[in-house]
Structures are given as C-alpha cells and as structure tokens.
C-alpha cells in the first residue's frame, strides 16, 4: 500500500522560506513522477510544480522562480524548495504519486 507522508510545513514571515519534504513507501519510488499541489481556503486545489521519473521539473507560472522541485531516490523522497514566499502562498501542500495517490498535507502559512 502506498503512504506518502509530507513535512516541513508551518508559519513563516513574508520573504522566508520553507522545505517540504514528502517521504514515499509501498511504491518503486523511482519509476513514478511525483507532484506537489495546494488548495488555500475557499479555493480549489491546484496543481504547484512536477518531477518527471527522470528528472524533468515544472512549475505553475506563480512559482517560477521561488520553488524548486526536487527527488532523492535513495531516500524514496520529494522535496519543494519554497523560496521568498507570499501571503498569497499559504495552503495546505499535498504531495501527489503518479495519477492516483496522496499525502495528508502540510499546512504553509505566510504572514507577518
């Protein structure tokens, strides 16, 4: 069965910065391209940024340039690099395996 358990979330100062961390089990980590998305209150979830299998990276045009996207395979995990963040930045951030499976969250609040 596969779990994905994300971290590194919590409250932070406009301008600051945060590490997500998304630990993945039950699966060849390796083989699936992994996502990272948020849904702020009252909104729909969107989709944030993506790690292809083999490396690839994309992000939402919101985030260009202050999220990084990255895999460890070794360590069966993703992370999301959150640089100069925004009030507008603060949701819950999902980690997303392949089309089907999904993390708890991890709440990231941006406020003074």
């Known amino acids: 069965q596969v779990q994905l358990v994300e971290s590194g979330g919590g409250l932070v100062q406009p301008g600051g910065s945060l590490r997500l961390s998304c630990v993945a089990s039950?699966?060849?980590?390796?083989?699936?391209?992994m996502s990272w998305y948020r849904q702020a209150p009252g909104k729909q979830r969107e989709w944030v940024a993506g790690?292809?299998?083999?490396?690839?990276?994309n992000y939402v045009d919101s985030v260009k340039g202050r999220f990084t996207i990255s895999r460890d395979n070794a360590k069966n995990t993703v992370y999301l690099q959150m640089n100069n963040l925004k009030a507008e930045d603060t949701a819950v951030y999902y980690c997303?395996?392949?089309?089907?499976?999904w993390g708890q969250g991890t709440q990231v609040t941006v406020s003074s």
């Open positions: 790690i292809t299998s083999g490396g690839n990276t």
């Open positions: 997303k395996q392949g089309m089907y499976y």
């Open positions: 039950g699966s060849i980590f390796s083989s699936y391209a």
